[in-house]
T-cell receptor
């Protein structure tokens, strides 16, 4: 079974609107971490946001927030007020614990296009 | 400047010719990892290292070797490359496995 599933291969959003990128995960561990990374067309991987499985509040970093629904095993990324520079691939990732906490799993990504 | 460097950035080689992709970080991070990125598959972990002389397999270790003799360096070795190892490779490091990873710029490898 896939550890991380991103069901939206591509998405469009109008500039200045909010957009939600979906991510579901599969783990039987109680302790795990969830990450989102951005990969612009230049290729580098940029860390955006982190959520620990025991964190009670949803993580936020500037215009990025993580909508963490533990019971549904979902960790959606919300980008508010989209900008043209947000056009990129976005990857959801998970680190499992406690016995495999050094292993990371990435989803297949969502390509976001922001329209002017 | 804190960074992860990889060399070479681009490499075209032939089947069976041994190659090494170097990875170095200047942040004194304990954790380092190698990934390959293929279209539609995202990133898949090849090997990781929790500290000097401590390495373990990720999801797709077949055909690859690593070593961690110094904290800053984590080279990826392909003893006998095959065309199915054509991919974009990323090295990453972090202060610990639970924290964000800093990625290198990537190495695009083509095996013909």
């Amino acid at each position: 079974a896939q550890k991380i599933t991103q069901t939206q291969p591509g998405m469009f959003v109008q500039e200045k609107e909010a957009v939600t990128l979906d991510c579901t995960y599969d783990t039987s561990d109680q302790s795990y971490g969830l990450f989102w990374y951005k990969q612009p067309s230049s290729g580098e991987m940029i860390f955006l946001i982190y959520q620990g499985s025991y964190d009670e509040q949803n993580a936020t970093e500037g215009r990025y927030s993580l909508n963490f629904q533990k019971a549904r095993k979902s960790a959606n990324l919300v980008i508010s007020a989209s900008q043209l520079g947000d056009s990129a691939m976005y990857f959801c990732a998970m680190r499992e614990g406690p016995y495999n906490f050094n292993k990371f799993y990435f989803g297949s990504g969502t390509k976001l296009n922001v329209k002017p | 400047e804190a960074q992860v460097t990889q060399n070479p950035r681009y490499l075209i080689t032939v089947t069976g010719k041994k190659l090494t992709v170097t990875c170095s970080q200047n942040m004194n991070h304990e954790y380092m990892s190698w990934y390959r990125q293929d279209p539609g598959l995202g990133l898949r972990q090849i090997y990781y290292s929790m500290n000097v002389e401590v390495t373990d397999k990720g999801d797709v270790p077949e055909g690859y070797k690593v070593s961690r003799k110094e904290k800053r360096n984590f080279p990826l070795i392909l003893e006998s490359p095959s065309p199915n190892q054509t991919s974009l490779y990323f090295c990453a490091s972090s202060p610990g496995a639970t924290l964000e990873q800093y990625f290198g710029p990537g190495t695009r490898l083509t095996v013909t």
